[in-house]
Structure formats: structure tokens, C-alpha cells
């Protein structure tokens, strides 16, 4: 934890107030298929799991949503996909891959038949919409996270 | 099934900031709650609490809120980290079980302690979804485009819930915003988060709501017209937003039905909906007609205090079953992104 | 194999502006001039210091006025710490007690020096050891710790009913 006592003031009510920041290092042990997801992305590759119905999810479910039973196929998926709803962050946050606005959308990858949350650097409101292509845009130094895609990035292509 | 009711309510003023402690709040709402039964604390069999300790930013605040309560001597008491609403649910199932008759329910929260729309992102998957640190409003925003582009919404509807909810707010005290806005003002205004607008989404706010329960004959003996809970029932969706509806709430519909809404008419619906496009979808989902008044205390729109906005609704619809301007009245809350849960409630007076 | 990704970092850091509300401002403020201010229950009249929250937590009453305790009080229950911890500061092993000031009804914890942990006992009258006074911020952290005064132990008596 920092801020504190050193870094108090007092409210017109006499209250004291001081800030405080709450930190945890948080570490955390992936599993079997969210380590194969990770480590195919840091290999720039995506991966998903294939469901009791057919369906393919991105990114993978350990259990199948409808029979609950442990999936175990894999499917290879692109990492190129389709807009389907978008919003706009005009204020980026600490912790964002990008720190000037940016979209944030789900994406239809090609192949996977669930959707992706991520961000897109479209550079304004105005420069997106939904049905728009996407390309992932690969981090020079991954780590095996999410955050191996740094962003997705409008490609040209008419929105289907 | 033993007859529940809620018999009185009480709730803080909502403000936008304040110097006082969780603790501090919560004083004079359960005093008041009390005073308002003619109860005093003995009288009350279980205290069950909803809050967040991701919200005060320190870990097991809650358990301090039972300095609130003077628990003196031992009370049975729990909590969910939850909103209140959910606690209330704790609270009627705890009375089935025949342990008790009577319960005081409460949520409470200072939102304004930190940034509540980046608090909220610690409810999303923290291994592929949060890291990325999505806050709450622009998940909001991706779901509301969505109904817009499918038609399932328009942006003249979600300006006319703003306009109905902001004027319905001015002859409510206890709300934070208000205001009379003309349709073409609410839809000229600056976009805070494309497509949402500043009075598509909620007034976040520090706030205390409290209400108590009580079995069968207890409850007409300490109300003179009880707010009987007919139906009540949560229901609860995939955590995983890629894998979900974006447009319909299945676990609102669902829950609606399995607590009897359709039986019969609604008179009053207090919808626990945080932005405009999300109190459509919900009308939609929970069968709703015109006939029905929607958030007559202007809604979470016009104040939202996290962890007591749902039990403030249940307070409210109740209200006007014991003030006799209704007879049947419809209480929601929710909770996570693009309403990831809903809890249900029909009342009715006798 | 074991290249595999098998763990991730998922830093969580929030910022907070925390508020210690009204009714505990004289009990801050009496630590910034050394003194120790708690508050008295109007209903149950216990002293508590430090006036947490300023509520009573026996009957959930506000607490009402301003009551200055100690310096001085009577241990009454005490542990001896000797496994060392991450973040540890101070040598082990010490003594962590809870502390009876005298006219307070609420016992408050702190570190007990410059005796031995073995001599260590129930009944052991303390006073504080404060900081420098420049060093003072609104905080029991500008006390050091409490030692022992060297009187005679407080009578079993005296302390029983805080057990």
C-alpha cells in the first residue's frame, strides 16, 4: 500500500482524508487450456476450444457451456476478424495497451464463433464501425498474455 | 412457503461525495428504518448486509459495519458482497428455513471513495478480460451500440427513459440528478463514451438503503398494509461477454417469470437499470406494458449508489404498496456487466 | 512442456481518496499534539480509544464527547511474536499487546521494548515512548512503543472485567 498519513488533508467538516493506494501483485497459475491459449499467443498463433455443439471459443472454454464436460479439441482460428459492436474510450486508463483514445470492441475472429474483447486502434470515432475487418497487431516482446495482442488494427476490406 | 413482506424502509440522502465513513452512514438509515417499524433492535432476528470491499478499498470493511448495529448482545448477522438486494434475498430464504421471523436488510457504499467505473472492472475475468482494464461504462457502451444497430433500441428511446427518469427524479428527494431535458437536448449532448451520452448513464453515488422483513402474521401486526414478496427469484448469466446476448436478457426474463410477474398486472416497476438503453432491454425482458409506471423515484439512472441502488428499488416499489398507490409492484436489481445478474421481486398488498 | 505459459501477472493497483470522517478528527488531532483522545458512549458511557468510526460497538450509539486517556496503562493481554514474516521490521522476538490506558474501557494494541519478552506480563503497568514531536503526523504510529513504567502491577481487579 503507499500514500497516508504524510500525504493527509482536512475537509471543511474537520475530516481527515488522505490517499491510498491498494496494490497486489497478483500472480496467477493459468491451467491446462488457458496455458495452450497463452502460449500460442505469445507464438502470435490463436487457438480455441471446440464445443459439445460444434461451436469454437475464443478464447477457450475449459468446460463446455451446455454438457459442462471438459473440452479437449483445439481449433486453429485467424487473427484476423470482424467488428461486431464497438464503443469509444476517449480517456484512456492506466493498465490500457494503448494510452491515446481508442475503441473498444468485441471481434468475430475468422473461425471462432464466439467473440473476442479487446481494443482497437482505429485513431477516432469516426474512423470505425461495426463490420469492419481487424488484424491483430503483435506485442515485439510477449509475455504470454492477453496483452500479446497489443490491439487490433482496422484493415481495409468493406465491412461485411 | 411462509408469507414474507417488507413493512419499512428508510434511505439515506444520495450525494455525490462525502467525508463520512461507511460506518458513519449507516447509523442514522437503521435508526430510522427501526423508528419507521416502531422496532427496536432486539426485535430484529437476523441482520444481513450487502457492500463491497473493492469500493472502500480497504479488505474486510464490511465486517465493520456491524459497529452500526450495536451487537450487543451477539446478533445473527451476515453479508453478501453484493447489493443489498441480495441480502434481502439471504434474508426471506433465512426466514423460510422458520429461523426467524423478522430481518434488517441494508446495503451501503461510498462510490466516490475511488474510481468506480475502474473498480468495477476487478468483476470481469481476470485472466484474459480484465488485464486489459475495460472499465464499466465503455462494456455499457458496446452493449447499447449493439441494440442500437440492431434495432432493438433507439437513441430516441434511451433520450426519452433520460428525460422520464431525470423529471420523475424531481419529486424525489432522496435522488442526486434531476431535471427537465427536452428529447432534442438529451440528444444533442456530448457523447461521453460513443454511443453513450452523460445522461444515458448513472449518477454514481454514496447512499444507505435499509428495509426490514417480516413473516406472516408479524408483518400485519407491524405494518398496516405489508408489501407482501409473492415471487422472488435470481437468476444469473454467463460471466463470458463473447459468448452472450448483447441485445436480450435471458436471466431477467427468466427470473420475471419464475416470480409470477406476468400473473397479473403491474402497476409500479422500480428497474435497477445503471444506463437508459439497459432499463429497455429489461422492460422488454420482464414483459412490461405501457400500462406499467417505470422507476417513479427517477431509477438508478438518477442515482446509482453501489451496493444499495437494488435494495433502494425494492424500497421504493414497496413504498408504494404500503402508501396505497399500488397494488402490485415489480422490485429489480442487478448486478455485473450488461446486467449479468437479476433478482426478481413481485409485491403485492393485502 | 515445459516452455509452456503456466502462470500470468495480473497486477491490480486501485487509488483511493480515504476519508476518516468527523467524529474521529479530535482523537487525530490529540495525536498530532501527544495525546491520547477518545470518545464516551452517551448510552453505555464506555470510553473508547481509539474511537473507531465513532460509534459504539456494544449498542451502535454515535459516540458523544471527547474523553483524553492515559499516558499510562495496564497490560492486559500480550503475545510474544518469534516467527520471522516477510516485511518484518522489528526484532525478534518482541511483544505485541493489547494495552488498558487508564479512564479508556477499550483496550488498543501495540509494541512493547526495552524489557524482555520473558518479563513480559499481564498486569504490567506501560507508558509511551513517543517519536519526536516534529516527526508527528496524525497517526498511533508517533508512538515507538510503550515500555515499562517500573510501578507495581495493576491489581488483577482493576483489569478482569477487559479480559
Known amino acids: 500500500m503507499s500514500g497516508g498519513t504524510s500525504e493527509y488533508s482536512i475537509a471543511a467538516d474537520g475530516s481527515f482524508t488522505a490517499p491510498l493506494e491498494l496494490s497486489y501483485p497478483y500472480k496467477r497459475t493459468v491451467g491446462p487450456i488457458l496455458s495452450r491459449f497463452l502460449t500460442s499467443l505469445r507464438d502470435q498463433r490463436v487457438e480455441g476450444t471446440k464445443g459439445s455443439d460444434g461451436r469454437v471459443h475464443v478464447p477457450p472454454a475449459e468446460f463446455d457451456p451446455v454438457t459442462g464436460e471438459h473440452l479437449t479439441e483445439w481449433v486453429d482460428v485467424a487473427s484476423t476478424g470482424t467488428i461486431v459492436t464497438w464503443s469509444w474510450q476517449p480517456a484512456p486508463v492506466e493498465g490500457n495497451t494503448l494510452q491515446h483514445p481508442f475503441a473498444w470492441a468485441l471481434i468475430s475472429l475468422d473461425g471462432a464463433d464466439t467473440n473476442l474483447l479487446h481494443a482497437v486502434d482505429a485513431g477516432s470515432a469516426d474512423a470505425i464501425k461495426t463490420g469492419m475487418r481487424v488484424t491483430a497487431r503483435w506485442a515485439a516482446e510477449p509475455s504470454g498474455s492477453i496483452s500479446d495482442i497489443v490491439c487490433f488494427d482496422l484493415t481495409s476490406g468493406s465491412p461485411t | ?315 421504493e416499489a414497496a413504498t408504494r404498496i404500503m402508501n396505497g398507490t399500488a397494488d402490485r409492484a415489480l422490485g429489480h436489481a442487478s448486478s455485473g456487466p450488461w446486467m449479468q445478474q437479476n433478482l426478481v421481486c413481485v409485491l403485492e398488498g393485502e | 512442456m515445459s516452455d509452456d505459459v503456466l502462470r500470468i501477472r495480473t497486477p491490480i493497483s486501485i487509488k483511493y481518496q480515504y476519508s476518516a470522517g468527523p467524529r474521529v478528527s479530535s482523537h487525530l488531532l490529540g495525536l498530532m499534539d501527544g495525546r491520547f483522545v477518545g470518545k464516551r458512549c452517551p448510552v453505555c458511557e464506555l470510553v473508547y480509544m481509539p474511537p473507531r468510526n465513532g460509534t459504539c460497538a456494544k449498542c451502535g450509539a454515535l459516540l458523544g464527547e471527547d474523553v483524553e486517556v492515559g499516558q499510562r496503562g495496564t497490560i492486559t493481554t500480550f503475545c510474544v511474536v518469534n516467527v520471522p514474516f516477510l516485511g518484518q521490521t522489528i526484532k525478534i522476538p518482541y511483544v505485541s499487546a493489547t494495552i488498558l490506558l487508564d479512564g479508556a474501557d477499550m483496550g488498543m494494541q501495540h509494541l512493547i521494548q526495552e524489557v524482555d519478552a520473558a518479563d513480559v506480563r499481564m498486569g504490567m503497568r506501560v507508558e509511551p515512548v513517543w517519536r519526536p514531536r516534529e516527526e508527528w503526523q496524525p497517526s498511533l504510529e508517533n508512538v515507538l512503543h510503550f515500555r515499562p513504567t517500573g510501578e507495581p502491577d495493576a491489581p488483577f481487579e482493576s483489569y478482569a472485567g477487559h479480559l
Open chain 2, 1 to 315: 412457503m411462509r408469507e414474507v413482506a417488507i413493512i419499512a424502509s428508510a434511505q439515506a440522502d444520495n450525494t455525490a461525495t462525502t467525508t463520512s465513513t461507511p460506518v458513519e452512514m449507516l447509523i442514522p438509515v437503521i435508526q430510522q428504518v427501526l423508528a419507521n417499524a416502531s422496532m427496536t433492535k432486539t426485535d430484529i432476528g437476523f441482520w444481513c448486509h450487502g457492500s463491497c470491499d473493492y469500493m472502500t478499498g480497504q479488505p474486510f470493511s464490511f465486517v465493520s459495519a456491524v459497529d452500526a448495529l450495536g451487537a450487543w448482545p451477539p446478533i445473527i448477522e451476515s453479508h453478501v458482497e453484493a447489493d443489498g438486494a441480495f441480502a434481502l434475498y439471504e434474508a426471506w430464504l433465512k426466514i423460510q428455513t422458520g429461523e426467524i421471523d423478522t430481518a434488517l436488510v441494508f446495503g451501503n457504499g461510498r462510490s466516490s471513495s475511488g474510481d468506480i467505473n475502474r473498480i468495477l472492472t476487478l468483476q470481469l475475468d481476470p485472466y484474459v478480460v480484465g488485464p486489459l482494464w475495460p472499465d464499466d461504462r465503455s462494456i455499457a457502451a458496446m452493449q447499447a451500440r449493439a441494440c442500437l444497430e440492431s434495432g432493438v433500441v433507439t437513441e430516441r428511446a434511451m433520450a426519452e427513459v433520460a428525460q422520464r427518469n431525470h423529471r420523475n427524479a424531481l419529486t424525489n428527494p432522496k435522488a442526486l440528478r434531476r431535471g427537465d431535458h427536452s428529447i432534442e437536448a438529451l440528444m444533442a449532448a456530448q457523447l461521453v463514451a460513443d454511443p453513450l451520452r452523460e445522461l444515458d448513464c448513472p449518477a454514481h453515488a454514496d447512499g444507505v438503503t435499509a428495509v426490514i422483513i417480516a413473516a406472516g402474521d408479524r408483518a400485519r401486526g407491524l405494518a398496516a398494509r405489508p408489501a407482501w414478496i409473492r415471487g422472488i427469484d435470481h437468476r444469473i448469466e454467463s460471466q463470458n461477454l463473447g459468448n452472450r446476448s448483447m441485445t436480450t436478457l435471458p436471466s431477467a426474463a427468466l427470473a420475471a417469470h419464475k416470480a409470477g410477474v406476468a400473473n397479473d398486472k403491474i402497476d409500479v416497476a422500480e428497474l435497477h437499470a445503471p444506463y437508459t438503453h439497459q432499463e429497455l432491454l429489461l422492460t422488454s425482458a420482464l414483459g412490461l406494458s405501457e400500462a406499467t409506471t417505470i422507476n417513479p423515484s427517477g431509477g438508478a439512472l438518477c442515482a446509482n449508489p453501489m451496493m444499495s441502488a437494488g435494495l433502494a428499488r425494492f424500497a
